[in-house]
């Protein structure tokens, strides 16, 4: 549809100006053309606004459970549309260590219906057993329940939509530590649009729990030379809880 495509180019649009800032680059080039597309607003049938208005993630739920069997059939938003599974997270869900929030699923994730399954994931399953930990032992999630289509990252109405599923697991669950993986994952939660590389390695807070910003896995995997700073980053999550990274080879 048109305001779909229109924000999907937008969203690509806001990725590659964010990853061009945190590289070093102050000035870019645009066609006028472009420019002139963008400021077109798109056509919005109001029937399908005023569904997606008028729907909305409750702020009550009584259990875990009861946020999954929700999420399983929202509609909240049109992610319902193009999605094959919802992914609610995984893991320990009493008090763990550490929570992991990502932006959103992919595509080996909507087939699935987990976190961080695919390369990335594969990724960041090597950097939790790195720090101590199983994967059953750690809880990970995303931003949004839902795949954005074309691989964008999730529109901030997309996000406000499906925020309060976050906040009630993040409450349920009280993690020790909260880890922010990429730049949308702290957006999301904190509200910050800062850049990534300004955050990251930073003491945040959240609902009075820490927070340690740091690079998405898939970031690492496009620049592995960001793996030892992502890698201080967790050491620093590891001395917060009075553990140490067991040796390698153990």
């Known amino acids: 549809m048109a305001e779909t495509t229109f924000y999907s180019l937008l969203g690509d649009l806001e990725n590659y100006l964010n ?14 053309a472009v420019l002139a597309e963008l400021a077109k607003e798109p056509t919005i049938d109001p029937v399908e606004a005023l569904a997606v208005e008028t729907a909305g993630v409750p702020e009550n739920f009584q259990s875990l459970e ?25 893991g320990c869900t009493d008090s763990p260590d550490i929570l992991f929030v990502g932006e959103g699923p ?28 199983k994967r059953e032992q750690v809880f990970i999630t995303n931003i949004i329940k839902c795949c954005p289509p074309n691989h964008r990252s999730p529109l901030p109405e997309e996000m406000e939509i499906c925020l309060p599923y976050l906040r009630q697991q993040i409450e349920m669950i009280q993690p020790k530590v909260v ?9 999301g939660l904190l509200g910050k649009t800062a850049g990534i590389t300004r955050l990251r390695g930073t003491w945040q807070e959240y609902q009075g729990i820490k927070l340690m910003p740091t690079f998405h896995p898939s970031y690492l995997l ?15 999550v590891l001395k917060a809880l009075g553990r140490e990274a067991p040796a390698k080879g153990k």
């Not at 800032?21 to 080039?29: A, I, K, N, S």
């Not at 994730?109 to 950097?127: I, N, S």
């Not at 496009?222 to 620093?236: A, F, M």
Request: net charge positive; aromatic share 4%; charged share 25%.
């Open 19 to 32: 990853d061009q800032r945190d590289t070093g680059v102050q000035r870019l080039e645009v066609d006028r």
């Open 66 to 90: 009861a946020i999954a069997e929700h999420v399983l059939s929202c509609r909240s938003c049109s992610l319902c549309q193009t999605r094959t599974n919802p992914v609610f997270g995984e």
């Open 106 to 133: 992919g595509a080996s994730e909507d087939a699935q219906g987990r976190p961080f399954v695919g390369k990335a994931g594969q990724l960041l399953t090597k950097m939790i057993e790195a720090m101590g930990y």
């Open 179 to 187: 880890v922010g993986l990429g730049a949308t994952a702290i957006k």
């Open 222 to 236: 496009r620049d592995p030379s960001k793996k030892k700073i992502v890698w201080q980053d967790l050491q620093l």
